[in-house]
């Protein structure tokens, strides 16, 4: 069920590799000014590869907090933009980037002004607005779920899978919606004919296919590609479905897009800078995941931006249909009478439409 990417990207393993676990811990870039102290439940990542030529005070910088919630390459533009010197390009002051948790910890981050910017999924982002903190969704990079399902052998089929356990990182995480939308394609209901446990982490679900706990998990890569090395095959492709979801987005208050609309475009200015660097210059790519996730296999780091490079669109307009599939999902009941637009802010993604700079960037052929 693989794509003939990952599969080729598969082959090309042959030695360990470290799965995505947890965020680079450093100090701040060279020429940048000392950062604030990280709030609760974040990972400070350092900038070494930031530009050191520019003033690191500059006058005509606007100070941002920005922030990411996953050591995950779907929110490597983020990464990409302040290693790589955008956010300063686009006139930003940006002294570090920080991880911090999801759900909870980011949204009262968020609405207490801790955080002004955040690179995360829709589904955090939905949630706070329907609990009344108005944090919307103002650019994306990635609007389909992407996870493969790998299996043990013993699991020849999907029909296999019934009366049997699939591991996910966490419960309503992606990959959790990647595994309930992955087995519901092919027939069986989520929670009665296949039953979905939370195990922590994409290294917590391998470690349960080892012991035998679980018949499946829901992955994403390169931990697919450690998996298979294992001698688990891939069962669902949920990349390849392309399911319309809103997975790697941007997001901040109504209040901070209302107070700092200019902060907004630049911000996406330079995300689509550094969504253009991943899709042609695969190397700095994987570099750049490389240091985020501390994963030293240089061909787990190149199949993973041969998945990546598809899924990624270089212009961060939102997608009303991936932040519709968000609501969908979302247990919430006020998220049934929600409309897309009630979630979406759409002026700083127009600006960058507007201005002419995305035609200006360079494209793969896929772009």
Known sequence: ???????????????????????????????????????????????????????????????????????????????????????????????????????????????????????????????????????????????????????????????????????????????????????????????????????GGNTESLAALEAGTVAAASLSVPAVFEANKRGYHDLIDVTAMRIPFGNGNYGATKATLDRRPQVAERVLRAVAQATSRFKTDPEYAAQIIGKYSQIQDADALRGTVAVYTPLFVVDPYPDAAAIQAVLDAEENPAARTARPEQVIDYRAADAVRRSGFLDRLPRDEAS
């Open 1 to 199: 069920m693989a794509t003939s990417k990952r599969r080729i990207a598969a082959l090309l393993l042959s030695s360990g590799l470290l799965v995505l676990t947890a965020a680079c811990a450093a100090g701040p870039g060279a020429g940048s000014p000392p950062p604030a102290a990280p709030s609760a439940g974040s990972d400070r990542v350092a900038s070494p590869g930031a530009p050191s030529a520019a003033p690191s005070a500059a006058p005509s910088l606007e100070r941002a907090k920005l922030a990411f919630t996953a050591i995950s390459a779907v929110q490597s533009p983020f990464w990409i933009a302040y290693e790589a010197g955008y956010f300063r390009e686009q006139g930003l002051d940006v002294p570090d980037m920080n991880r911090i948790e999801p759900g909870a910890t980011m949204l009262a981050a968020l609405h207490n002004g801790e955080l002004e910017f955040i690179a995360a999924g829709a589904p955090s982002l939905v949630l706070g607005t329907l609990q009344g903190l108005d944090t919307l969704v103002f650019g994306a990079s990635v609007n389909w779920l992407e996870d493969v399902i790998v299996a043990r052998p013993e699991i020849q089929s999907v029909q296999d899978l019934r009366g049997q356990t699939i591991g996910v990182s966490r419960l309503k995480a992606i990959t959790d919606l990647s595994a309930r939308f992955g087995v519901e394609r092919f027939g069986l209901k989520p929670d009665v004919d296949v039953f979905i446990r939370g195990t």
